[in-house]
């Protein structure tokens, strides 16, 4: 019987750390996960601790970081569901370890400066740093499945990034869209997406019975849209929501088509486009997503409606923020790059 990968997880803690261990766990070509916790995060000796249920008949302690002891256990991936800055600071030393790493942070989904510097980075090694940048595989499988399997680091997708991202590739990829007008992206994401830390914003008496826009024009995931789409500056506005909901995300894009196009050129586009694709769901206009459709899936639901005029277009796309935004795409990835079927552990 062939052996099953041993992965660890950093980060098991928060709420993708916490999908992605629940995923893991019962994924049959994985090997239980070693759950890791860094030095003070937690005073919780035991994930089951934090989150019942899944602790069956008994628990899954939490091991501090060791590099030692990861050797040890012949550890072959990490996945960091950590900060920013933590993955930025770890990477290179568990790359050097020849440990294959799923980042499920920013600190390494950027590839020009002027984008990355959002996140105010202080690498210890910056030509380490510059070498890894280079080599990190942009985990957007639709986009890039054939670079997966050879990937040493990959850097999972923004949950926003990748509701825009695959809302808009197949029509940029086939020309079809005018640039010059511009393509808005209203996007909205339940508090889930702000992160497990509580904050002003994020309280409940700020949420419940309010919808709230936030990081106009600054929000750190339009620099991967930019980048992967091939997009300048002044061709996209994207401007993130935060809704009354735990999780899930519905992103609204509004653009213009170079040409008078019929309803069926834009489904067909759609389909040939993600035939093979598992994970991404073409709505047949005008029926459209709704986040309880994709909630607690791995699927990103993609919808459109098209003006009378056939040159005005509105796509709607719906993704779990917590999984094809985070975990489940993680494991997508792993998937991929060890050889396993693409919704292994994820149905």
């Known amino acids: 019987m062939t052996s099953r990968l041993r992965a660890a997880i950093l980060g098991a803690t928060g709420y993708s750390g916490f999908e992605l261990a629940r995923i893991l766990l019962r994924h049959p070509q994985v090997e239980t996960p070693v759950m890791l916790q860094r030095s003070g995060e937690t005073t919780t000796a035991n994930l089951a601790d934090l989150f019942p249920a899944i602790s069956g008949n008994g628990g899954y302690p939490l091991h501090p970081l060791s590099w030692s002891e990861l050797e040890r256990q012949k550890i072959e991936l990490l ?15 568990a790359v050097a370890r020849g440990i294959r790493v799923v980042d499920l942070s920013g600190a390494w ?46 850097a999972n997708p923004g949950c926003y990034a990748t509701s825009v991202i695959l809302a808009l590739a197949p029509l940029l990829t086939a020309d079809m869209v005018d640039r010059e007008k511009g393509i808005v992206s209203d996007s909205k994401s339940g508090v889930s997406g702000a992160g497990k830390e509580a904050t002003a914003r994020t309280h409940f008496v700020s949420v419940a019975d309010n ?12 620099g991967e849209i930019l980048e992967q789409l091939k997009l300048d500056d002044g061709e996209l506005i994207f401007t993130p929501h935060l809704l009354p909901i735990p999780r899930g995300i519905l992103s609204t894009i509004y653009l213009h088509l170079k040409h008078e196009t019929k309803p069926a050129e834009v489904e067909s586009c759609f389909h040939d486009f993600y ?40 796509l709607v796309s719906c993704v779990d923020n917590l999984l094809k935004g985070a975990a489940g795409q993680a494991v997508q990835n792993m998937n991929l790059m060890y050889g396993f079927k693409e919704q ?4």
């Open 79 to 93: 996945f960091l569901a950590t900060p920013h800055e933590v993955s930025r600071a770890l990477v290179p030393e």
């Open 109 to 154: 989904r950027l590839r020009q400066a002027q984008h990355r510097a959002v996140y105010g980075f202080q690498d210890a090694n910056a030509v380490t740093a510059a070498e890894l940048t280079e080599k990190a595989v942009y985990g957007l499988p639709e986009l890039n499945r054939d670079r997966l399997p050879g990937a040493a680091l990959v």
């Open 344 to 347: 292994e552990g994820l149905l």
């Open 211 to 222: 919808l709230s826009a936030y990081a106009v024009f600054g929000h750190r995931h339009v």
């Open 275 to 314: 035939a093979g694709k598992p994970w991404v769901r073409v709505f047949a206009t005008p029926r459209l997503p709704q986040i309880q459709f994709s909630l607690h899936t791995n699927y990103c639901d993609l919808g459109f409606c098209l003006a009378e005029d056939g040159r005005r277009l509105v």
